[in-house]
Structure formats: structure tokens, C-alpha cells
């Protein structure tokens, strides 16, 4: 099945950015009024977030030894410049350790709850006119493609993560530059990574909702960062989990040019979709 294009909408690159933030905070509207099916959502992000917060405690238990590892010209430095150099070593490896666990931490979470989160995103899309287009997947099937398309993400950024650590030892720029950048490269994996179900459920993998989202990039970057950035939040993963995916479902429909909107009620009760 060949991806659709989709016509990005004619607005600024800015206000699309902020309106694709802006569905984190939908999402989280539904989180509130659906507490039921949300709070399901959390119990595998908080099993993903245990593991996680764990290995990444050891990066920070072990962040000085592996400065002096990869700054072995340093060892015959002064105290001052040496311990400088071995300072930023250290905050490019956190750098590159969130990063990556960030997005990983999103794949791991995501094939540990599927069903939950197959459910969050299902009763979304029915709120605003269920899915066009929809396939029937098998679980096992559906889980093996998302298991495969995770560790494809995964894999890429951290491609994408080394040149972004290996910038990390620009003094000021490897401290301000950098993690903006940082940002901006986990948003755009988290959103790819998140709004993995709503494709699966209409038959398209990863090239196809790749694509996709970039037709309107500003959005998907928008919404990516807005998750990235509350995972960074202590305990933000876990409790903004749920709510991202809601949130992401919404995000796979706007780029697919499909309602975002609850379909209004006639008086007689019956809904009518807006057009």
C-alpha cells in the first residue's frame, strides 16, 4: 500500500509547531476524562521507568570514569583544564545517555503495554470517527513489525546520537547548541515511534508514516519535542505515557487529513460530523 500524500497545511512553520504541542495537551485532556483506560496506560511505563531510571543512575554513577576513558590525552593536563575537559566528557555522555534512553525507553514501554496502548489509541480514534481504512492485524504479527520498526528507531539514533556527542565537547556550543539540537532529533524519533499504532491499525509501517510525517514536519517536530521534553521531567515518562499516545493518535489523523474534532450532536442526540 503506498503512503498518501498529505498537503501540509498552509499556516506558519511556528504555529504548526505549537499546534502539534498542542495535541500532548488534548491528550492529556482525554487522560483526564478517561482515567479508567489511562491509568492502565501507566503500570508498563512504570516497569520501563524502573529499568530505565537504573541504567541510567550507572551512567551517572560511572560518568566520570568514562570521561577519563575517552580523554586519555587529558591525563597529563593540569588539574584545572583537565578536570574542565573531563567535565564536559562527562555532560556529552548524559547528553547521548538521555537521548538515547528516552527513545528507547518509548520502544521498550511501548511493546511491553501494546495491548494497553492498542486500546488507549482505539478508543481515541472512535471518539473523533473511527478509522478509515482499517486492517485487521494479528497480535503476534503486529507485535513482531513493532518490535522490529522500535529497534530500527532505536538503532538510528543512535547513529544520530554520535556526531551529537562528539559536538558535546565544543565548549558553550556542546552546552547550549547542542542539546536544542538534541531535542529537536528525539522529538522527531518520538513522534515517529508514538504514533506507530494508528499506522499499523490502517496497514502502513514505518517508511510509509515516516513519510507521511514529514509532509508536515513542523507538527510531528512540535509534538515530538512537547513529549520529549516532559519525559525528561522526573516520573514525567511514566505519568505522560498514556497521554502521549492519546495524543499521537490524534497526530497520525491530522496528517492523514482525517477529523481531530468530536463530531457534533444534533438535538435528537444522533452525532454529525463536521466538516
Known amino acids: 500500500m503506498d503512503a498518501p500524500r498529505i498537503a501540509a497545511p498552509v499556516t506558519g512553520a511556528v504555529g504548526r509547531f505549537l499546534a502539534g504541542a498542542g495535541l500532548l495537551l488534548r491528550g492529556l485532556g482525554l487522560y483526564v476524562?478517561?482515567?479508567?483506560?489511562?491509568?492502565?496506560?501507566?503500570?508498563?511505563?512504570?516497569?520501563s521507568g524502573v529499568l530505565f531510571l537504573g541504567a541510567f543512575a550507572a551512567l551517572v554513577w560511572f560518568a566520570d570514569d568514562l570521561a577519563a576513558l575517552v580523554t586519555p590525552f587529558a591525563d597529563d593536563w593540569s588539574d584545572t583544564p583537565r578536570g574542565l575537559v573531563r567535565v564536559i566528557a562527562g555532560l556529552a555522555f548524559l547528553g547521548l545517555g538521555g537521548l538515547l534512553a528516552v527513545v528507547s525507553f518509548t520502544a521498550v514501554t511501548l511493546v511491553i503495554g501494546d495491548p494497553f496502548y492498542e486500546k488507549i489509541s482505539e478508543r481515541v480514534e472512535a471518539r473523533y470517527g473511527g478509522t478509515p481504512?482499517?486492517?485487521e492485524v494479528p497480535f503476534w504479527s503486529s507485535l513482531r513489525r513493532s518490535l522490529a520498526d522500535s529497534v530500527r528507531l532505536v538503532a538510528l539514533t543512535a547513529l544520530v546520537g554520535i556526531p551529537l556527542f562528539v559536538a558535546g565537547f565544543i565548549p558553550v556550543i556542546g552546552q547550549t547548541v547542542v542539546p536544542v539540537i538534541g531535542a529537536a532529533v528525539g522529538g522527531w524519533f518520538l513522534a515517529v515511534e508514538l504514533v506507530g499504532a494508528p499506522f499499523y491499525r490502517r496497514g502502513m509501517r514505518l517508511p510509509q508514516r515516516r513519510?507521511?510525517?514529514k509532509a508536515d514536519r513542523p507538527a510531528a517536530l512540535g509534538f515530538g519535542v512537547a513529549v520529549f521534553l516532559c519525559f525528561l521531567v522526573p516520573l514525567g515518562a511514566v505519568l505522560v505515557m498514556p497521554a502521549a499516545v492519546a495524543g499521537a493518535t490524534l497526530?497520525?489523523?491530522?496528517?492523514?487529513?482525517?477529523p481531530i474534532d468530536e463530531p457534533a450532536r444534533r438535538p435528537s442526540g444522533h452525532l454529525v460530523q463536521e466538516r
Do not use: D, F, K, N
Request: aromatic share 0%.
Open 133 to 135: 481504512g482499517a486492517v
Open 251 to 258: 497526530l497520525a489523523r491530522r496528517s492523514l487529513g482525517q
Open 33 to 47: 476524562r478517561s482515567p479508567g483506560l489511562m491509568l492502565l496506560g501507566v503500570v508498563p511505563a512504570l516497569i
Open 211 to 213: 513519510s507521511i510525517l
